[in-house]
């Protein structure tokens, strides 16, 4: 079994900036993956970006390009989400998640084993 726990949502206006942190403990493979989603109101779950544990490889998507980043501190067990320039549109609830034993992330959300309770994030106009 894996345990997740994120950290650091909150409210922030348009244009700041806001850190996420996924704090794993537990049994895990070698190899996993440790990907970020986010659902708004009324919108399905939706990948935000990834990063390959064994690796250090990170993922993302043209919808967070150059304002997200991930990264992850092997001392803490933790993965963090630094997400800048936040817009209106980022408000959601965000998840990081794992696929347990994995090189490579999946895109969809049934692909991933084991999922964190979730932090608000809200960014005002």
């Known amino acids: 079994q894996v345990q997740l726990v994120e950290s650091g949502g909150g409210l922030v206006q348009a244009g700041g900036s806001l850190r996420l942190s996924c704090a794993a403990s537990g049994r895990t493979s070698s190899s996993y993956v440790v990907g970020w989603f986010r659902q708004a109101p009324g919108k399905e779950r939706e990948f935000v970006g990834a990063?390959?544990?064994?690796?250090?490889?990170?993922y993302g998507t043209d919808s967070v390009k150059g304002r997200f980043t991930i990264s992850r501190d092997n001392a803490k067990n933790t993965v963090y989400l630094q997400m800048n320039s936040l817009k209106p549109e980022d408000t959601a609830i965000y998840y990081c998640a794992v696929i347990d034993g994995a090189i490579r992330p999946g895109k969809e959300w049934y692909e991933y084993n084991y999922w964190g309770q979730g932090t608000q994030v809200t960014v005002s106009s």
């Open positions: 990063i390959s544990w064994s690796d250090g490889t990170t």
